[in-house]
């Protein structure tokens, strides 16, 4: 079983930028595809970004796209997300996620998660 801890959210104002981490350990990370995922109060969880085994391979949401920027070290276990002009709508709980697939690109494609860590983007 793989645990997944993210760390890296806070408060920002709009246009501000963030480095959220999460780290992985209880597993071999690189034979993982990793994600990140964000849910607002009242939305659905959505896809933010998504990386291959390798990092080799990104998906990102719309929304996001241009903006964020997903990376992994596997000699590390981590995966990161770069977010750069930040908007209010933004704002959510941030959390990872690995799956088995080389890339995963929807939800039920992953199946373990971390716990999530809040973004709040003012205005």
């Known amino acids: 079983q793989v645990q997944l801890v993210e760390s890296g959210g806070g408060l920002v104002q709009a246009g501000g930028s963030l480095r959220l981490s999460c780290a992985a350990s209880?597993?071999?990370?690189?034979?993982?595809?990793v994600g990140w995922f964000r849910q607002a109060p009242g939305k659905e969880r959505e896809v933010v970004a998504t990386a291959s085994r390798t990092g080799g391979a990104t998906f990102y949401g719309d929304s996001v796209k241009g903006r964020f920027t997903i990376s992994r070290d596997n000699a590390k276990g981590t995966v990161y997300l770069q977010m750069n002009g930040l908007k209010p709508d933004d704002t959510a709980i941030y959390s990872c996620?690995?799956?088995?697939?080389?890339?995963?690109?929807?939800?039920?494609?992953?199946?373990?998660w971390g716990q999530g860590t809040q973004v709040t983007v003012s205005s």
């Open positions: 996620a690995v799956t088995r697939k080389y890339l995963g690109i929807v939800m039920s494609d992953y199946v373990y």
């Open positions: 209880g597993g071999v990370f690189s034979s993982y595809g």
